[in-house]
């Protein structure tokens, strides 16, 4: 089976968050590379693993754009990129969300995101893809709205704060170093709420079961 480019570009998406999740995890049982320098930015400092995992995120998350924008542009869209395409932002997401929540056995001071944040987006994701899967098996598209777009968009800004620390927060220093980051948690966590809220009822009808036709006598 020949693979288009687009495609090619979500395979190496995959690729690269498997990369740094290893790299993490590496990182995470051996506290030991906890000697790795700091950079300072806005008045705080970053662990360099951090900074790594921010740089590839940022790289994968601008793939994903990529991809989908040359994907309908050469008419490349196929069953494998639709496929693999959610699958890759997932990965992507929710591995950095879970990863952020747990405190790092190498980078003192690093802030975390709340854990029931992290729950409450994973199981929106859960639920709306399974609602999605149910639809299509059915010959239905569950169509996006504004605020699950909304969410990817404070996710994918989140993440990257948390990642540095609280930059570019920090340069207002006090609070507001955890507190705008946290912020932009909440909101991608509030933004997810609505949205699967709205999935759910807008789309609650794919859930019933079809009446089978009765036999005339």
Known sequence: MKINIPTKITLARIVLVVGLLIYLFVCQILGNLGQMPDVVLGNTGIHLTYLIA??????AAATDAVDGYLARKWHQVTDLGKFLDPIADKMLVNSLLIFL??????????MTIPVFCVILMVLRDLVVDTMRFVAASKGEVVAANIFGKLKTVFQMVAI???LL?????????GPALYD????????ATLMSLVS???Y???????????EAPHAEN
């Open 165 to 173: 620390n609280g930059f570019p927060f920090s340069y207002l220093g």
């Open 180 to 187: 705008g980051a946290h912020i932009l948690v909440y909101l």
């Open 160 to 162: 990257p704060v948390c």
């Open 196 to 198: 699967g809220v709205i």
């Open 54 to 59: 921010c740089v590839v995120f940022v790289v």
């Open 200 to 210: 759910v009822v807008q789309n609650r009808h794919v859930l019933k079961e079809k």
């Open 101 to 110: 929540c747990v405190p790092s056995s190498f980078a003192s001071g690093q």
